[in-house]
């Protein structure tokens, strides 16, 4: 059997792909959201090489955590968040000081040594 063989190969119609992009798009704009699975998600789109596909959600929903008091709380508790939020800002033309979002994990002192 080769790969010619297998013709009957069901590939995905464009309107399930249409209903999946906007299923993606509603995930980052919805409210209720954590901010760090909206990162998670806007890295995993990254990593699948979509994110030319999603480049207005995702910088809506970067705006929005950008400004988030949930995610500067969370960077107090997880060293992952911090890097997640530092990395894609970065990615995405913020201007973010890496010892200012460090500081409040307590790692300010470590950075300055």
């Known amino acids: 059997m080769s ?18 992009e906007e299923a993606v798009k509603y995930m980052l704009d919805d409210e209720g959201t954590l ?3 909206i990162l998670q998600l806007i890295d995993d789109i990254q990593h ?18 950008e400004c988030s008091e949930k995610v500067r709380e969370k960077m107090h508790d997880s ?3 911090c890097s ?3 990395t894609l800002l970065r990615q995405h033309g913020y201007e973010v000081s890496a010892v200012r979002k460090l500081a409040g994990v307590g790692l300010d ?5």
């Open 3 to 20: 790969l010619g063989d297998n013709i009957e190969m069901e590939v995905p119609k464009e309107s399930n792909i249409k209903k999946l």
């Open 35 to 37: 901010p760090l699975e």
């Open 48 to 65: 699948l090489g979509l994110g030319y596909r999603f480049r207005e959600s995702t910088n809506c929903a970067l705006n929005k955590i």
């Open 79 to 81: 060293i992952h968040t």
């Open 84 to 86: 997640l939020y530092f």
């Open 109 to 113: 002192a470590r950075m300055q040594e």
